[in-house]
Each structure stands twice: as structure tokens, then as C-alpha cells.
């Protein structure tokens, strides 16, 4: 471990040392906890495009290529045989669906396809070919209980309860479909950050206590 100092201004050391205690309390390593992650989202913002990030509030963040390579993946370990597709839409974005699918359905500006299993990858290729509904920021897929709420940009994050085990299970095929080697087994974390700053590069994992 490296240590860094650095020089701020009093107002933003106050603020960011509160939004520390209401997120980690005042736990031993909670200032060292935030300013690593502030500073991996600003080489991700600032840096190399990720393919892959994860952490501790378990979510997701991949290239928008392998978008759909993880979604076919974590629909393998999702028991739900209905998957529901929704996002914000133009007059115009709806007038195009209208023209290509017969199912679907139009809730204000929110268009909705409510799908089979079996039907969902195919569907969300093609939106994403037409539309590329996979860097919306008002993208949710829903598995039953879990679902998956877009950041824009091909981010998103997993939100439901879906055990650890199962979550480190859809991360570890994905990583091995990508021909990423795992160093450490993923089930010995309860938290854990993931890195992949660019195709082919070395996998991070920082350890979140």
C-alpha cells in the first residue's frame, strides 16, 4: 500500500468527510475506503474506457460491446421466466418500434416489453441495434425480484436480493467468457471492487474490508 497526501479546500474536506459518515460511519478506513473510490471513478471518467466494474453495492459497469454477452449470463442465474425491458422513448423512438415489433407497450414516455425468456436477448439486440438502448440512462430490466436500473453509458446497477453467491457466479462466467483468469476466489469477499480498464489488460480487484 502507497500513501498519498493531498491538499484541500476546507469546505470540500468538511463535505466530503460528512457524506463519508452517512455512507460508512466512522468506521477505522473509512476515509482511505472513499478516496480510493473517488479516485478509480476518476481514472474510469478521466481514463481508459472499463470494460468491467464492480463494487461493494454490487454494480455493474462493462464495455457497451458486452453488454449483451452479461445479460445472457446473469439471466442464466435469475430464475424468471418473464424478463421486462422498459425505457424512456421519443415520439420519434416509438414511431420506429411501432414500425419493427407488435408487442409492446407505451406507458407515458416509457415504451415496455414484457418478454420470455427465451425471447429476451433477441429483443434486446435489436433494440440496442436501432435504438442503442444500451447507453439509455432510463434502461430497466427486471427479473421478478431483481432488476437492473441503467447509468447511461452501458452502467448499471443491481439492485433486489440476490445472494452473493449467485452474483459472484454471474461475474466469474462473464470474466471467464472475456478469458479473464480470476487471482483470488470471489466467494472468500463480501465486498470487493472489479477493474478492467480496457480490453486485455490486467484485472484489479481491491478488497473493501
Known sequence: MSNLRINLPEELDKEFRAVIASKYGFSKGALSLATQDAILKWIIKNGKE????????????????????????FSKYVNSERITISFMATIEEIELITKIFEKFDVEDEYVIFDLNRADFIKTFNQLSNV???????????????????????????????????????????????????????????????????????????????
Open 50 to 73: 472499463p470494460w468491467f466494474y464492480i463494487d461493494s453495492n454490487k454494480s455493474v459497469d462493462i464495455h457497451v460491446d458486452q453488454i449483451a454477452q452479461f445479460l445472457e449470463i
Open 131 to 209: 435504438l442503442q438502448i444500451q447507453i439509455k440512462s432510463s434502461l430497466m430490466i427486471e427479473f421478478d425480484d431483481i432488476y437492473l436500473i441503467g447509468g447511461g453509458n452501458g452502467c448499471f446497477n443491481v439492485c433486489g436480493d440476490m445472494p452473493i453467491e449467485q452474483f459472484n457466479q454471474v461475474v466469474t462466467e462473464f470474466l471467464n467468457s472475456l478469458e479473464v483468469e480470476l487471482p483470488i476466489e470471489l466467494n472468500n469477499h463480501k465486498n470487493y471492487q472489479l477493474i478492467l480498464l480496457n480490453p486485455k489488460s490486467k484485472l484489479i480487484i481491491t478488497e473493501n474490508g
